[in-house]
């Protein structure tokens, strides 16, 4: 694959248990930090798993909502867009990554991603349209099939 190792970068099963659990024991203890929680959806949003993912974003939409340190705000709303196109939600990618390049135009991180992202639909879109025609040629197959079985 060639649209950008960011999108095809996964955590490591080990990594993601011990970021759980320490996640966990700071929830148990009260409001976990901003810190920890990070390290957690960070690592959350690289899980093949979708529901991690998802999980993840919760945590950092909740982190863009209470955090006020700016540079910590534009960490999430750049992962945000990481993680919505890791499960294929291109549109709110490419809506998090926008707001992160209209407050910094030349920030050449997000220009890749969004470049990855744009690849990652064209590439998407592809197999799709792939997945249609073959649908398409193998009712016509079937189609043909039962005409000339009725002759």
Do not use: W
Not at 68 to 89: C, F, G, M, P, W
């Amino acid at each position: 694959m060639d649209y950008g190792t960011i999108l095809e970068e996964r955590t490591n099963p080990a990594v993601l248990m011990n970021a759980r659990e320490q996640y966990m024991r700071q929830c148990a203890r009260g409001d976990p930090s901003a810190a920890s929680t990070f390290a957690f959806a960070h690592a959350m949003i690289g899980s093949k798993n979708k529901l991690d993912v998802k999980e993840g974003i919760v945590c950092l939409e909740k982190l863009l909502r209470d955090d006020e340190d700016r540079t910590s705000k534009r960490n999430y709303v750049y992962y945000l867009a990481v993680a919505h196109a890791r499960i294929k939600q291109y549109d709110l990618a490419l809506g998090y990554i926008d707001v992160l390049l209209d407050a910094e135009g030349d920030n050449q991180q997000a220009k890749t991603l969004k470049e990855s992202i744009k690849s990652a639909m064209t590439h998407d879109g592809l197999i799709g349209a792939a997945i249609v025609g073959g649908g398409a040629l193998a009712l016509a197959g079937l189609v043909a099939i039962f005409s000339m079985s009725r002759k």
